[in-house]
Structures are given as C-alpha cells and as structure tokens.
C-alpha cells in the first residue's frame, strides 16, 4: 500500500493563479481531511470529507474548493491564490475511530 | 470553545535527562487525545493516542481529566526523540484539534 500520497511536493505560484493538490489513499478510508501548518500555529483544519460526495468547511476553508467524487481522491483547489496561502499542506485519512494518516506534504510558496 | 494549548513551543534537555512536553485541552464531552511527531522534513505519524494506554518509543502520555491535561513524557530522552510534537484532540468526523506544537531538541 502506498497510504497516503500527495502531490506535488513543492510549488510555486504567482498572486491570483489557481492549483490544484492532489490527494489520494488506497485504504478505503471513508474519511479525509486537508490541514494548512505553519510555524507557531500549529496544523489547522481546512476542509474534511465523511465520504464521496460528503465535504464540510473545518477551520480556515476561505480562498479553498474540495470535492470528493470517489473514495480515493480529496483533490484542494485554491482558487486565486494569496501571499497568506503560503505554508506546508498535508492531506490525512482515517477510519472512523481510526488514527489518521498523514500525506507526505505539499510545500506552497505564493509570491 | 474546542482548543489545544501546548504552551512550550522548543523544548531542550540534554541525553539521557527526562522530558515532560505540556498539553492542555478544552473540550466538551469525553475527549480522544493523541499525540503526534513529526521528525525533520517527514509526514506525521502516530505516537500514541490516550485509549490504547500504550508506551510507544519509551513515551507515555496519561489523560488527567480534573486538570484537563495529557502530558508526554519519557524518563531517558534520546538524540533522536529530536522532532516536533504535536498534541491533537478528536473533534469527531475524522477532524482534529491540533496545538501549537512542541520543538524538542535533545542535545548530546
């Protein structure tokens, strides 16, 4: 199993492009999540999912899009990126009552 | 209001001396605690979660609901206990409630 994957690692966008991060796990997990972390913050939650077709805000959602279509896939979209969307994403997975698996991380830098 | 505090954000001991990394939480109901680590430029993993009451790594962690309180501890830290610790709190769904994280640095 390769768990959890993300990409890509790093990137790079300019102030109002759009992206997307990838997220996919062969687990069967039904549930998956997005967090943004940055230093002294901690990882805060952006968006999470129940199961296909079912996604909810967390925390900090503004200036993000999930969708959940399948099982495997939690793909982010940043609409119009921002300087303040520069930090380190990582997408999880779990089971309910499950420990959550985490993605190696997405490194985003806006400039 | 749901919230994690670790109050500490670096911790540093030398080899060999004990470690207590804080974590306090806010929460109503009966809550799920963890504790997760992150070593340099790798993904979180599990280190141990307050249900299974398990030592991972020579850590243990023991929930104390009247001060609301789940510290990490290890009597003998290791060069290689060095990372960042995070303390998380199931908020149901698949959602969690992370603090600020902890820096330990265990010098030799």
């Known amino acids: 199993n390769a768990g959890v994957t993300q990409t890509p690692k790093f990137q790079v966008l300019k102030t109002g492009q759009s992206m997307t991060l990838q997220c996919a796990q062969d687990?069967?997990?039904?549930?998956m999540s997005w967090y943004r972390q940055d230093p002294g913050m901690g990882l805060r939650l952006i968006h999470y999912?129940?199961?296909?077709?079912?996604?909810d805000q967390g925390e900090v959602p503004n200036g993000y899009n999930v969708s959940r279509s399948t099982t495997e896939d939690f793909p982010l979209r940043l609409l119009s990126a921002a300087p303040s969307q520069t930090s380190v994403y990582f997408c999880?997975?779990?089971?309910?009552?499950?420990?959550?698996?985490f993605g190696p991380g997405t490194r985003l830098t806006v400039t | 209001a749901q919230r994690v505090t670790q109050p500490e954000k670096l911790l540093s001991v030398f080899k060999g001396a004990p470690v207590e990394l804080k974590c306090n939480y806010s929460?109503?109901?009966?809550?799920?605690l963890f504790w997760y680590v992150q070593y340099s430029r790798q993904r979180l993993q599990l280190l141990l979660r307050?249900?299974s009451r398990e030592s991972i790594k020579g850590f243990t962690a023991d929930l104390n609901k009247g001060e609301t309180s789940f510290h990490l501890k290890k009597p003998f830290a290791q060069e290689e206990d060095s990372a960042m610790y995070y303390c998380?709190?199931?908020?149901?769904?698949?959602?969690?409630?992370f603090g600020q994280g902890t820096e330990l640095s265990v010098k030799p």
């Open positions: 999880a997975s779990s089971s309910p009552t499950l420990e959550q698996y």
């Open positions: 687990m069967n997990h039904e549930y």
């Open positions: 999912s129940v199961g296909a077709g079912i996604t």
């Open positions: 929460y109503s109901g009966s809550p799920e």
């Open positions: 307050h249900i």
């Open positions: 998380a709190l199931d908020n149901q769904g698949g959602k969690l409630i």
